[in-house]
């Protein structure tokens, strides 16, 4: 797995996954906004980006990549971010692996199954050429709210990536479901890892749905809805996100 470090080594690790469709370089505004020094671990997950060569095939093999990950850069604990496809691999690692989880910051993940993957599976493989239509990658972009700057290497992505990856990443963002671990994370050892879950007010129902299941299956966690926002928050507003990642790592890493 790619991974772009950044920062100074000795600051608070941040560890910032994507959503679908895009790679590591969505968290670039969000980064320059941040006001906080950041060891900043930002991976390219399976099927995107500088790993487009490698296909996507389940959230499991990557959470587990992501652990060994954590468990090597930052052993500790993180501040663990994730969008979309993302967020729900955030869930993923608080609930497997609290002890290297310090943080979860969770935003627009969907948390509910959806009626019929299959028939939405069997669309989205017959549309999937459309990724590598430059126009309808653009129209794509729009929804995302990428910036100008960034639209060559969202192009780019949408140009390489395959179907296998869109399937598998698509079937299992469609499947997900509150993993046990963290509606439960007391009956987890050591010690519980806080959560703040984020959705955007313009999202569809079924994102402010999955938002509110996540912050009521996790004691302790914080709900926040983002007026003026829709799906994609950290490229929308990334001051926004930056500013309340800023207060969450002073939280989870106080200073001495």
């Known amino acids: 797995m790619h991974i772009a470090e950044s920062g100074p080594a000795d600051a608070p690790p941040l560890l910032l996954l994507h959503g679908g469709g895009v790679a590591g370089w969505m968290w670039r505004p969000v980064l320059e906004a941040l006001r906080t020094p950041v060891r900043a671990l930002v991976p390219d997950l ?3 980006g500088a790993d487009a060569s490698v296909d ?3 959230h499991d093999e990557t959470a587990a990549e992501l652990e060994r990950l954590l468990e090597d850069r930052a052993p500790a604990g993180a501040t663990v971010v994730g969008f979309s496809l993302g967020g729900q691999l955030a869930v993923l690692l608080a609930a497997r692996r609290p002890e290297l989880v310090a943080d979860a910051v969770v935003v627009s993940a969907q948390a509910k199954s959806i009626v019929m993957p299959q028939l939405t599976l069997a669309m989205l493989a017959a549309a999937a050429p459309l990724a590598k239509w430059r126009r309808f990658a653009r129209l794509q972009a729009k929804e995302l709210f990428v910036p100008q700057a960034l639209l060559p290497e969202y192009l780019a992505d949408s140009a390489r990536i395959s179907k296998a990856t869109l399937i598998a990443s698509v079937g299992e963002n469609l499947r997900f479901t509150v993993p046990s671990g963290w509606a439960r994370p007391a009956e987890r050892a050591g010690a519980a890892p806080s959560a703040l879950v984020v959705v955007g007010a313009g ?3 079924l994102m402010r749905d999955s938002a509110r299941v996540l912050h ?3 004691a302790g966690s914080e709900l926040r809805v983002v007026d003026g926002v829709g799906h994609g ?5 990334p001051d926004l996100l930056a500013g309340i990642l800023d207060e969450r790592i002073a939280r989870a890493h106080p200073r001495g």
Request: net charge positive; hydrophobic share 25%; no cysteine.
């Open 46 to 48: 399976p099927g995107h």
């Open 56 to 58: 996507y095939r389940s």
């Open 203 to 205: 999202e569809r129902a």
């Open 216 to 218: 009521e299956a996790r």
């Open 233 to 237: 928050l950290p490229l929308q507003r």
